[in-house]
């Protein structure tokens, strides 16, 4: 079966320091990746996605970037973060693009950016 | 572009008492539709999901939606609620076209009084 994991579980930075949150999928090939940012009373917002190794695609113009070194990995990068980075950020995985996969979530990261 | 609409922040419901949450969708192009649901501190669940068909969907634990196209909503219902129902429910559309990507409302906190 599939399992997604995400490291670490909570964060707590000081302005202006560097992040990476990680994540990794078990017992699939090739997934469809995603970095979704859940802040207070917002609802979920797509932050990246990525269809290969190296390909990424960036939906909200921030100081985060992504990456993905390998076919089941995918991190979450900030060189410097701001009070704003602060959320509840969850990487999510699907089978197949076209809209119609459910997509798998992570457990999460808090970050509280002090 | 799509967007969605989740009208209720907060809904509290006593336990075994009806429960609607309002989903209200806009999409230029025709749409998958999706329910899910947060517990507490983790990650998100697919809770239903229309795709196409029959318009009425039904999940595992008792709760149904009705896609609408006229009225483009997708409400979520359930006709008597459990403690273990407390959670937030997000209504999410996909756009058949891409990478998966789903929109997400701002979701609403479902609370089941005892």
């Known amino acids: 079966s599939q399992t997604i994991h995400q490291w670490p579980a909570t964060l707590v930075q000081p302005v202006g320091s560097p992040l990476s949150l990680e994540c990794t999928v078990e017992?699939?090939?090739?997934?469809?990746l995603y970095w979704y940012r859940q802040a207070a009373g917002r609802g979920l917002q797509l932050l990246f996605y990525?269809?290969?190794?190296?390909?990424i695609s960036s939906e909200v113009p921030q100081n985060l970037s992504a990456s993905r070194p390998q076919d089941r990995q995918f991190i979450l990068s900030s060189k410097k973060l701001l009070l704003s980075d602060s959320g509840f950020y969850l990487c999510?995985?699907?089978?197949?693009?076209?809209?119609?996969?459910?997509?798998?979530f992570g457990p999460g990261t808090r970050l509280t950016v002090l | 572009a799509q967007s969605v609409t989740q009208l209720d922040s907060q809904v509290p419901v006593f336990e075994e008492a009806p429960v609607e949450l309002r989903c209200n969708y806009s999409?230029?192009?025709?749409?998958?539709l999706f329910w899910y649901v947060q517990y507490p501190n983790q990650g998100l669940q697919l809770l239903l999901k229309?795709?196409?068909?029959?318009?009425l969907v039904e999940s595992i634990n008792g709760f149904e939606a009705e896609f609408n196209k006229s009225q483009t909503s997708f409400h979520l219902r359930k006709p008597s609620v459990h403690i273990s129902d407390t959670a937030e429910y997000f209504c999410a559309v996909s756009d058949q076209t891409g990478a998966n990507n789903l929109f997400f409302g701002t979701g609403t906190r479902l609370t089941v009084i005892p």
């Open positions: 017992g699939t090939s090739n997934p469809n």
């Open positions: 999409s230029s192009v025709s749409v998958y």
């Open positions: 990525s269809v290969g190794i190296g390909q």
């Open positions: 229309y795709l196409s068909g029959s318009t």
């Open positions: 999510a995985w699907t089978r197949h693009p076209g809209g119609t996969d459910t997509q798998y």
